[in-house]
């Protein structure tokens, strides 16, 4: 049975920054692109950085310079940095593109 988690958000202020984590049982985390995608509130959900087996990545228009995605072998990252107030969503991570059962996501909330 697959189980997605993900940790690290909170409170933070204009141009703070958090680190959120995700970890998944139940696949061989290592062989699988994966991504973070967020959803506002009244809004769809997003992507918004991803990341291949090899390490390559992709982000978003609105995060790129400011997030940044990795991963080991058992958990995948992503650091914010320079929050701003629209980044305040909650966020999930999930395979790229999302074919796993999502989590309960970790709350992200940006203070101006």
């Known amino acids: 049975q697959v189980k997605v988690v993900e940790s690290g958000g909170g409170l933070a202020q204009a141009g703070g920054s958090l680190r959120l984590s995700c970890t998944i049982s139940?696949?061989?985390?290592?062989?699988?692109?994966m991504a973070w995608y967020r959803q506002a509130q009244g809004k769809q959900r997003e992507m918004v950085a991803a990341?291949?087996?090899?390490?390559a990545t992709n982000y978003a228009d609105s995060v790129a310079g400011r997030f940044t995605i990795s991963r080991d072998n058992t958990k995948l990252y992503l650091q914010m940095n320079n929050l701003k107030p629209e980044d305040a969503a909650v966020y999930y991570c999930?395979?790229?593109?999302?074919?796993?059962?999502w989590g309960q996501g970790t709350q992200v909330t940006v203070s101006s």
């Open positions: 999930n395979e790229s593109p999302s074919n796993l059962p």
């Open positions: 139940g696949i061989a985390f290592s062989f699988y692109d």
């Open positions: 990341i291949t087996v090899g390490e």
